[in-house]
């Protein structure tokens, strides 16, 4: 599971960052920025939000060492990126804000979602329902905070 970039999209500059010494990462997953501790971590289903997220794991990384860091691929506004999602795709989820199942998985329905971390607009389905994969953006600033 996770999220790749669409070809066509802009360029994604990698930078290395300061990760939580206490996290596993794996490559693909959406990352954000933990504001109390200064630290990237994994994001989840209820962390991550529109304010906060800031690149998708360059490298899965067992950490373990004070103040590792990690590789992120910068999310920048107007790339498309193509996810895995929890349930089959159909068009009624499409042009709706989406949360997350987990770091590289999103939860899509048929229902928008105004909630800070429902932070995956899905804008096309790519193949059929059963791959479970839809085409979309990644909300940084700016989503409706419920």
């Keep these: 599971m996770s999220f790749t970039l669409f070809t066509g999209s802009p360029n994604a500059p990698k930078l290395e960052y300061t990760a939580d010494a206490s996290t596993a990462f794996t490559k693909g997953y959406l990352a954000y920025r933990d504001t109390s501790t200064g630290e990237i971590k994994e994001a989840t289903t209820t962390t991550g939000d529109a304010t906060n997220v800031e690149g998708i794991v360059a490298e899965t990384v067992t950490t373990g060492a ?68 839809l085409l979309g953006r990644i909300v940084k600033t700016g989503q409706v905070t419920a």
């Design 66 to 133: 004070s103040n590792p860091v990690i590789d992120l691929n910068m999310i920048i506004d107007g790339q498309l990126y193509v996810a895995d999602c929890t349930n089959n795709t159909a068009a009624n989820q499409l042009n709706k804000a989406h949360l997350l199942t987990n770091g590289g998985e999103v939860n899509n329905t048929s229902s928008h979602s105004t909630d800070i971390n429902a932070i995956f607009i899905a804008i096309a389905i790519i193949g059929a329902a059963s791959d479970k994969k």
